[in-house]
């Protein structure tokens, strides 16, 4: 991971990325483009379970209302998805709407363990709530997604403050933890993004930290 004379190209297998953020403050956007930009497989669990529900798998029957109830699928389940979708992958991995909670990060760290691997970055994209309800209006408009109604929406968020932001501090006693505005342009924020990768993977020694 250290050593400021490689390329991204070199490194990409050694990158690993946590994607963070409250529901709407454009996770799965920004993980997409920078798992492109570094040559990373970009792995969502909101994208894994609601593939599930879609297929009418066993396991998609039984989260189903849970998700569109906008609460969040048990530990176990999503650990289970995330490991299988990992076994084979020899890419760097950026990890979208994963680790949502406190015993995530901790699974997390030991599939990391297991496979050789470290995580490089925790970016957390922030966006004030005005924000992040103006834009769940705006998709609930478009109405693309059946948990995208503003009451779920609002229990996404609730989940969220009580479940997923005490992950932050999880990962700060690491020194892995960065935080980016999300506010503006898309690729403004991608910029803001690309830099701090770029800080934390190719130009940190440990003295940095
Ligand atoms: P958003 O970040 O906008 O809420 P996601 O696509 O990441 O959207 O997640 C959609 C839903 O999928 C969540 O509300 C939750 O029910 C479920 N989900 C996704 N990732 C996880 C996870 N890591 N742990 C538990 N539930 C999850």
């Not at 503003?150 to 690491?174: D, G, M, N």
């Not at 830099?195 to 930290?209: A, G, H, L, N, Y």
Request: proline content about 3%.
């Amino acid at each position: 991971m250290k050593g400021d004379t490689m390329t991204p190209s070199e490194t990409a297998q050694q990158i690993n990325i946590v994607m963070f953020g409250a529901p709407g403050a454009g996770k799965g956007t920004h993980a997409e483009l920078l798992a492109k930009r570094f040559g990373l497989f970009h792995l969502s669990t909101g994208d894994l379970l609601r593939a599930e529900v879609k297929a009418g798998t066993d396991l998609g029957k039984r989260i189903q209302d849970t998700i569109i109830r906008g609460e969040l699928v048990d530990d176990d389940t999503v650990v289970e998805l995330v490991n299988q979708k990992l076994a084979n992958e020899k890419r760097g991995i950026i990890f979208d709407g994963f680790p949502r909670t406190v015993q995530q990060a901790s699974l997390l760290d030991t599939i990391l363990q297991w496979t050789g691997g470290e995580l490089s970055c925790v970016l957390s994209i922030d966006v004030p709530e005005e924000e992040l309800i103006r834009r769940m209006n705006e998709r609930a408009r478009l109405l693309h997604r059946s948990d995208d109604t503003i009451e779920t929406f609002c229990h996404r968020l609730e989940e969220y403050h009580a479940k997923t932001e005490p992950v932050v501090e999880y990962y700060r006693q690491y020194g892995l933890f960065v935080s980016v505005s999300g506010m503006g342009a898309i690729s403004e924020t991608n910029e803001r993004l690309i830099e701090s990768v770029e800080k934390m993977v190719f130009f940190s020694s440990p003295d940095d930290q």
